[in-house]
């Protein structure tokens, strides 16, 4: 089984970055996925998830408005697409992916992501 995320990087304030996982190893369609982050001396918090079927999302309440999470099944692959970053949108970036009948869980290595000028 394998998360691997790409698509990090420096970006100024207010910039765009597209995160993808690419998964493999498990039936990507049966799991729901989501993106969390973890700042340096802060705990890790989810940013965003989506269904395995891709029909229902949900946004932690920082991002709303400037986050989009999507998932392409055909090619096991989920992203995140991030507009308008902010200083504060620092952190190491995870995927995980959530079995939905049941307990399995994955998690990837996470992707940095620094916005600063």
């Known amino acids: 089984v394998q998360l691997v995320e790409s698509g990090g990087g420096l970006v100024q304030p207010g910039g765009s970055l597209r995160l993808s996982c690419a998964a493999s190893g498990f039936t990507f369609n049966n799991y729901g996925m989501s993106w969390y982050r973890q700042a340096p001396g802060k705990e890790r918090e989810l940013v965003a998830s989506?269904?395995?079927?891709?029909?229902?999302?949900n946004y932690g309440t920082s991002v709303k408005g400037r986050f989009t999470i999507s998932r392409d099944n055909a090619k096991n692959t989920v992203y995140l697409q991030m507009n308008s970053l902010k200083p504060e949108d620092t952190a190491m970036y995870y995927c995980?992916?959530?079995?939905?009948?049941?307990?399995?869980?994955?998690w990837g290595q996470g992707t940095q992501v620094t916005v600063s000028s």
């Open positions: 989506i269904s395995s079927a891709g029909g229902s999302t």
């Open positions: 995980h992916a959530n079995y939905r009948f049941g307990s399995s869980t994955y």
